[in-house]
């Protein structure tokens, strides 16, 4: 079955760090387009970084750079969010995504494109 599931939330303060980790079965991270959304309540999901699956480009949304790292673990095919200097703004539930669709970096930080998604992580920071 193919399918994304997603872990490593949970509760923390700021300036605290997380790593979720997104399994993926059947697609292979090191070569499919992947990214990882979060929403937050009341709010639009938006692309925290985004990884195309040809050239390793990655693309990570402003209020994350310096802080967040993405990486891949091919042969666990894993794809990792390290989340640094955590703040309360980055509460919301970080969902794992992925497609099998071509096109540009930027487009690969649209949720329209991407075709499997897992079941979300909740990630709380309190200040």
């Known amino acids: 079955q193919v399918q994304l599931v997603e872990s490593g939330g949970g509760l923390v303060q700021a300036g605290d760090s997380l790593r979720l980790s997104c399994a993926a079965s059947g697609p292979p991270v090191s070569t499919t387009n992947m990214a990882w959304f979060r929403q937050a309540v009341g709010k639009e999901r938006e692309c925290v970084v985004a990884?195309?699956?040809?050239?390793?480009?990655?693309t990570y949304v402003d209020s994350v750079k310096g802080r967040f790292t993405l990486s891949k673990d091919n042969a666990k095919n894993t794809l990792n969010l390290q989340m640094n200097s955590l703040r309360p703004e980055d509460t919301a539930v970080y969902y794992c995504a992925a497609t099998s669709k071509v096109t540009t970096s930027l487009a690969l930080t649209t949720s329209s494109i991407y075709d499997l998604w897992g079941q979300g992580t909740q990630v709380t920071v309190s200040s």
């Open positions: 990884v195309s699956g040809v050239g390793d480009r990655i």
